[in-house]
């Protein structure tokens, strides 16, 4: 297996070469390549990796290349990891929503939004290359944020895509740690859309243990969301972190108002982090590496390329098309949801209906998304502007002139029809 990882320079890479080392007979991988653009990021993450992969004894033929073609040729599936605009993008996504009296965040509202708008035409354009020089049946694996819009799009242009992100595996490594079971014993009834999902069971050897959970360790699971435990007991029911954002958007936007950026902190660690990665001596995967995010990210990919090559079975929660799964999406929604790898394609399974509340707030948001993919695909003011009026967190008109106007000029270089 050929594996290129394109955004191979980000400091979150070590993190997978972990897991490739860790996983090395349950995961063959011939070739590994790490493509980016950014030459000095380039040699000191390729670097690192070139000794972690060596003291691991793992016998993959590796190289780096700011060459895209050169790095997809015949490739098996390739990842991208991709933040365009760096830790700056991300500071201002985090900040100009502010004044408008909105959240700032990098994947979720305003800031969300922008992030779409930039990096939608870049990816679209690496999956031509991959559909160009790539092996014919090779897997796009997108982990590029907004992960929902960003796959829905790969989709759209008829690329072989699928999402992932690290939320679900982060929840069933918890639970699989406090029931003292290995994580494959635990799946998980993990619904809704990239960054907006519920986990509504958590079954241990095929018993539902949510409810003992939520009465059990309320205080701590509200705790671990940062959500009031009144919700959690009203809702019967575990959101992610990221629905913070809605259920607590008042609080939040307070918080974020008298602290600095999480852009802010992440470039003090990438900076520790590129400093040991320039040091000959560093080998293995850096415990700092734990607070840049991404917890499990490696095991995640490792366990979607495993399925990819047949060799799981068990059910991995990916985003993919909706396909009738939730009735009230279109088909062509991609949706986040377990899903098994069934004769060369992710196949999601059956999901209970939803109440109410839920079912609201996922169209609202999937109808956001399909306008935002709109305008970063066909470009133009209006379009910003319709898709920033329809995202649940703003609404308002007058709010959205005033966002779509902050947005297109923190972004303005980015966006090529501005």
């Not at 040699?43 to 004894?57: N, W």
């Not at 390739?78 to 502010?98: K, M, N, S």
């Not at 948001?365 to 967190?393: I, T």
Request: hydrophobic residues 45%; negative net charge.
């Amino acid at each position: 297996m050929k594996l290129a990882i394109v955004g191979g320079g980000s400091t979150y890479t070590p993190e997978l070469i972990d897991g490739f080392i860790r996983l090395q007979a349950e995961l063959p991988i011939e070739e590994l390549v790490l493509v980016d653009t950014d030459p000095s990021r380039l040699e000191l993450v390729g670097g690192v990796a070139k000794r972690m992969l060596e003291r691991g004894g793992h016998p993959t033929r590796f190289s780096t290349t700011d060459d895209l073609v050169t790095g997809v040729a015949g490739a098996d599936a390739v990842l991208i990891q991709l933040r365009i605009g760096g830790q700056d993008a991300r500071d201002q996504d985090e900040t100009w929503p502010h004044d408008a009296g909105c959240i700032g965040q990098e994947t979720t509202g305003p800031g969300g939004l922008a992030k779409a708008l930039r990096t939608v035409p870049v990816v679209l354009r690496i999956a031509e290359t991959v559909r160009a020089h790539a092996k014919p049946d090779a897997w796009i694996i997108d982990f590029t944020n907004p992960v929902g819009i960003v796959t829905r799009a790969l989709l759209q242009a008829g690329h072989r895509a699928v999402g992932l992100c690290n939320v679900a595996i982060g929840f069933q490594r918890r639970f699989a740690a406090e029931a003292g079971v290995s994580p494959d014993r635990v799946a998980l009834a993990h619904v809704g859309l990239n960054h907006l999902t519920w986990e509504r069971g958590v079954f241990i050897d095929g018993v539902d243990t949510l409810p003992q959970a939520v009465q059990g360790n309320l205080q701590e699971l509200a705790d671990d969301v940062q959500l009031a435990p009144a919700l959690l007991a009203q809702l019967g029911v575990i959101p992610s972190y990221y629905l913070r954002y809605y259920y607590a958007h008042d609080e939040v936007l307070h918080e974020q108002l008298h602290k600095s950026t999480r852009a802010h902190e992440v470039r003090a660690i990438e900076q520790e982090l590129l400093a040991l990665y320039a040091d000959s001596s560093v080998d293995t995967k850096p415990e700092i590496l734990e607070k840049r995010g991404g917890a499990y990210y490696s095991e995640a990919a490792i366990e979607l390329l495993l399925a990819i090559r047949g060799g799981s079975e068990l059910p991995r929660v990916v985003n993919l098309r909706n396909d009738g799964v939730l009735p009230f999406l279109p088909d062509d929604h991609v949706i986040e949801v377990p899903a098994r790898y069934v004769d060369g394609r992710f196949v999601a399974e059956r999901v209970a209906p939803l109440p109410d509340d839920i079912r609201g707030l996922i169209s609202a948001v999937a109808g956001y998304e399909r306008l935002a993919l709109d305008a970063a695909v066909n470009g133009g003011r209006d379009r910003v502007l319709r898709a920033m009026r329809s995202h649940p967190l703003v609404v308002q008109h007058d709010r959205a002139e005033k966002l779509t106007d902050l947005l297109m000029a923190a972004n303005s270089r980015f966006l090529e029809w501005a």
